[in-house]
């Protein structure tokens, strides 16, 4: 089979044929149809500090499980995050991480839905959201943004507005339900809200602060880092949550299951459209991360083995 790896930190990447692996207990082999590429991965390619597995959302055909596995059988169509060697023909993916696929959607469908939707829907939750309330969703047009748009509106707030960093975005963002845009650099992100989904951390931090109204919530759920200087949370009453979904995924798997359910049920009523930017052969996996790169993704950025 063929599979991605890189040698030295920063790649480049290569396509080499390896041997296809063997499920172990509690694993399923999947035959990828699709896989994600998503930030988190291309930063292990550009600041790990050796070469890694690119792993990942991966979505296909189950073609052989494990010793122990229960849920699932070959000829199953699943989706779930991988671990290991993602970027490949057959990769391995543990049963508890791995949700089926309805009939009705494609591999690709499910890798644009279900990993970036359970880390939106999980950060949306987290806020605490009421009926009637502002939000406010920084990278709105990424893979997981531009579903926690769209959810944030079906789950009752009166005003959904979208952080960008580029004013090209915009139109893409207010097709998805968003009532305003902000770029990055603008110096107000218009009127105070009541709570901000933020996936870009680091120097935004701090306007994403500013745009909560009194009494205001921030879900940071970045690998971007950054700080926040507690009396700007002091003054306001505002405050700061962080969200990981692995927590959920490996702790609270009744919850995780439930969000997933209410994930494809609003796929299959039409009220969540995952978007989907460009669709890459394996070799061209160097182009996708270019273009997560570049941040110039309008929604999922797939690679179809």
Known sequence: MRRVRYESTGGPLLVEEAPVPEPGPGELLVRCEAVG????????????AEPIPLGGEIAGEVVAVGEGVTRFRAGDRVTGLCFGHGYADFALLHEAMASPVPDTASAVDAVALVRSG???????????PEPGETAL??????????LAVQLARVRGAARVAGAVSDPGKADFVRSLGADDVVVYDDDSWGAPVDYVLDAVGGELLTPAVAALAPGGRLVAYSSGGGTIQAYDLLVGAKSVIGFQMARIARGKPELYE????EL?????EGALKPAVHGEFALEDAAK???VIESRSNLGKVVLRP
């Open 37 to 48: 590429v998503t930030l988190p991965v291309v930063r292990k390619v550009t600041e790990a």
């Open 118 to 128: 359970l880390v939106a829907l999980g950060a949306l939750e987290s806020a605490r």
């Open 137 to 146: 969703v920084t990278a709105a047009a990424s893979g997981v943004g531009h």
């Open 258 to 261: 439930r969000l997933r359910q």
């Open 264 to 268: 494809w049920q609003l796929f299959t």
């Open 288 to 290: 996708a991360h270019a």
